[in-house]
């Protein structure tokens, strides 16, 4: 099984229960191609059992088209396609620094 890592923008988190088991997808869109779709193409993924609660609250942070950095397993699937499993979600918009950046006071004219 293979790790990667994407940065897409965001749709959103679902959440569907049912018969006591719970299935979460993250919602992302990707460029269309053109023929079969315009705009944005609209791509789901499953979300991994043991942290689907996680990744489905984390989805409430992100504002629509966002950009987000999605971390999956990549596992083999049926005739050598691969089949992704998302893994973590969170915000590709760089982390604010500690330190804070000071600018000297301009003087007014005159003074």
Known sequence: MARSTMEVAFLGTQKTEMEGA?????FYGDEPDGKTEHGLSIIGMAVADDVADEVFAA??????????RITFDVARGGQNK?????LHIESAKPKPTA???TQP????AGE
């Open 99 to 101: 330190q804070a950046t």
């Open 59 to 68: 989805g409430a942070q992100f504002a629509p088209l966002e950009t987000v």
């Open 22 to 26: 719970k299935y979460v997808k993250v």
């Open 105 to 108: 006071q301009q003087k007014k």
């Open 82 to 86: 691969g089949k992704n499993l998302c």
